[in-house]
């Protein structure tokens, strides 16, 4: 979908500059503490991942990544704009440095998956494209770089991340249903009738 | 907010007068340097590299610490399962790595504004423009993300005084779709207001 138009529309219009901003800065404040508790304020997780989901279920393929991208950009440049305030180059030497970067694609992959479902995609559509590019993609690429930069084996590396497993299967499904009440009280929260609006406005 | 200013340290010393791209190139170099260093002695000297660097920034210990906090549970852990795994030496070695590598990070934050960081990592996005993005928009997309933050924030928090009166705090629906849609809303009202200011021309 977004194949069959980029090389028309390659000048990246103001719309899209706008979203991929303000879904950057969303990810960011789903960062700070205690902007959403799950059950009542007994489990505090960090939602950044949730935004991350949510991001590649609205925007579609390369906005999403994009909006990752700026996000981390900003925080390489110091800003503290990851959960609990963290921020700078140290992140991104850090053990955990490979799930930050896996964010890109994973929401580049959640987006593809969501986009391929067309004009309505359907909640099993949003929860796998959750589950694939949330947790797979990111954890395809944080568990091999915690390995590598820890000096551990990819199995104890692995170990290690299953701590986060539960969580984030459970952000996971948050973000599919949050995803598909958003689209049902927005539709041009679907990429693909967005895209349609934005290619019969004019461009 | 007023929590967006970064973690500079103020400073005169040789480290901050150093160029962002210059340090950013030798943050690179030293992390690929700490990752081929084997032996504990070896890591125990560029232990003492950086603890001297940090001594000539003066950026402060209680500076250092909080860019090292963050991973201080971890490395613990990191510690005991090599130690149990493997030996002393390697637990030693693997987890002073680890350690280094963030402190080094953290200088390079500690010692470099955030205003001359982002100078440099837009000139390292300039290949961007063979994407068909032109470097403008990139600054664009940059600063307006800034701008966004504290109204984000002032979304969530205007969304979950309405979750409140509606009495329904317990649910994480009640709260992300209408900050999710308000988003929305606001993401689309400002690209027109960009596009109404000739941005699409």
Redesign the interface.
Known sequence: MTDEQSPQR?????????????????I??LG?PG??N???SAVPITLQT?GVM?AGV?LGTWRSA?AVA??L??V??????LA?????????????AGFLIGWLPGAAVTGWIVERGGRSPSMARLMTACLAGGIGVVYLFGIPVQA?????SLG?AAL?SAAFLPGDLLKAV?AS???R??QR??P??IPAVHQERLRAGG? | MNGLTGAYVPGDSPLHRLPAGAKLAGLAASCTALLLLGSPAALAGAAAAVVLLYAVSRVGVAAGWAQVRPIRWFAVVLFGVQLVFADLPTAASSTLRVVLAVALAGLVTLTTRTAALMACLERCLAPVRFAGLDPFRVSLLLSLTLRSVPVMADLAARVRDAQRARGVERSARAFAVPLVVGALRHADALGEALAARGLDD
């Open positions: 390659r000048r990246f219009p103001a719309a899209d500059i706008a979203r991929v901003s303000v879904f950057a800065a969303l960011a404040v700070l902007a959403l799950v059950f009542g949730l949510l609205i994009l700026v996000l950009v900003l390489a440049a110091g800003l503290p704009l609990g305030g963290r921020g700078g180059l140290g992140v991104f030497t850090a053990p955990s590598l930069v820890a000096g551990l104890k290690l948050v249903i949050v995803g009440g958003t009280a927005y041009d929260a461009r």
